[in-house]
């Protein structure tokens, strides 16, 4: 599993990449939440870098 962080808000950020962040299951700053280490979520990730983090 891998840990993600959302630590930025997207409130000036495109519609896709609020989608994005919603997707994986974030909804506030500086929340953590475990997700299976998937390509699927490490493309998330890297989608919006500047948003979300991995943590380890």
């Known amino acids: 599993t891998i840990r993600i962080q959302?630590?930025?808000s997207?409130?000036?950020?495109?519609?896709?990449h609020k989608q994005i962040v919603k997707s994986v299951?974030?909804?506030k700053l500086n929340q953590v939440v475990e997700r299976?280490?998937?390509?699927?979520?490490?493309?998330?990730v890297?989608?919006?870098?500047?948003?979300l983090r991995i943590v380890e």
């Open 36 to 44: 299976p280490d998937t390509a699927a979520m490490r493309g998330f």
């Open 6 to 8: 959302y630590y930025r």
């Open 25 to 27: 299951g974030l909804t």
């Open 46 to 51: 890297a989608k919006v870098p500047h948003l």
């Open 10 to 16: 997207f409130i000036a950020a495109p519609k896709t």
